[in-house]
């Protein structure tokens, strides 16, 4: 069993994001990027292309940029595809965790709700965070 990752945005966001996931990661996944609007092709027809090249026994975890953007409006219609996850809001924690799963089995719903939990409790303000003085340290 195999699994792949679709990193999709908005212009190169998902370019980035692939690069960055790579040099944390050490590579070896399967990771697909689309990067929507950088040339004169409909992103409909992007994502189709996508899809459509993965078998369908094949883990497909995609990770898009925003819910109510059109690149993960495009996605919606393949939610129902057997093994597939479509995934709003991706950030490096979220998608690090995905490309760190172990994939000779297929992500449960249940791992990847415990992923995104993951990612959001990921996101801090960091002015918010009290340091301990300690007195020792002079």
Known sequence: MKRTIVLASHHRLAE???????????????IVTLAAYLDNQPVEKQVDEVMTASPADRDVVVLTDMTAG??????????TRPHTHIISGMNLPLALG????PADQYISDARIDALIQEAKDAIVNVNEIQVEEDDDDE
């Open 98 to 101: 995905v490309a760190m799963e």
């Open 16 to 30: 980035g994001l692939k690069d960055t996931l790579n040099f944390i990661s050490g590579g070896g996944q399967d």
């Open 70 to 79: 059109s690149v993960n409006q495009k996605f919606f219609k393949y939610r």
